[in-house]
């Protein structure tokens, strides 16, 4: 059973982002890069939808949207109330049993999925909802922001995979990343995509500017 505690008013509407990161202990940098994200949601009028832990980048996306008027929603499973402390200042804060339970809720709640640098379970939930958009069980976009090159080694690796035809190249062109907030969350808004060096995929092109030629996936 999942509790819900609203703190703000009901949604109103507005485009919800997901917003996937870290929730230990990083560099200071990336929590500056996740309140700039935040702050940068509440600019453009959307909704936060993040975790539900107020710790770290997760916590510092949530904070920021907040000061800058954004709506947040979180979402936490009960098991990880206390690790990842319970950001109880949420407009609307889900608590459930499982973790199964939490990404469905997080997916449900967005319009849309931006991934920031992060560990583990970043990649995680990135891979799911990224694979479920190239199934066609969803069509909301699915964005990385990564200005420093934290994926660099992740993308390469599909790209590799993807010459032996473990993943397809149409895959990888569904997965942009952007290198700016401003291009992320036109992204996220599903703006068509603008030239220059700002936005790349793991997809053929990204890979011919590496200097690595891809051998052609499966279709």
């Known amino acids: 059973m999942t509790a819900q505690f609203t703190r703000g008013p009901a ?38 939808v993040s975790g539900g832990g107020r710790v770290s980048m997760m916590g510092a996306v949530a904070r920021a949207a907040r000061a800058g008027g954004a709506r947040t929603v979180g979402v936490i499973p009960r098991a990880l109330v206390d690790m990842e402390v319970m950001d ?46 190239t199934l066609g069980m969803h069509g909301k976009p699915v964005v990385v922001l990564d200005p420093d090159g934290h994926y660099d080694g992740l993308m390469a690796w599909l790209r590799a995979i993807a010459g ?41 092109a990204a890979a011919a500017a590496a200097g690595a030629v891809p051998d052609g996936g499966r279709a």
């Open 164 to 204: 032996d035809g473990f993943v397809r190249h149409q895959a990888l062109d569904r997965l942009p990343v952007a290198t700016t907030i401003d291009q992320a969350l036109d992204l996220c808004a599903g703006a068509a995509r603008t030239s220059g060096t700002a936005v790349r995929t793991a997809g053929p």
């Open 88 to 133: 109880s200042d949420s407009d609307e804060l889900l608590v459930t049993e499982t973790m199964r339970e939490r990404k469905t809720l997080m997916d449900a709640h967005a319009d849309a999925f931006l991934a920031l640098p992060g560990g583990l379970g970043t990649v995680e939930e990135l891979s799911e909802v990224w694979t479920a958009s």
């Open 11 to 48: 949604d109103t509407g507005t485009r919800a982002v997901c917003v996937f990161c870290a929730s230990g202990p990083v560099p200071a940098h990336y929590e500056r890069l996740a309140a700039d994200v935040g702050a940068a949601l509440a600019e453009r009028g959307w909704t936060l």
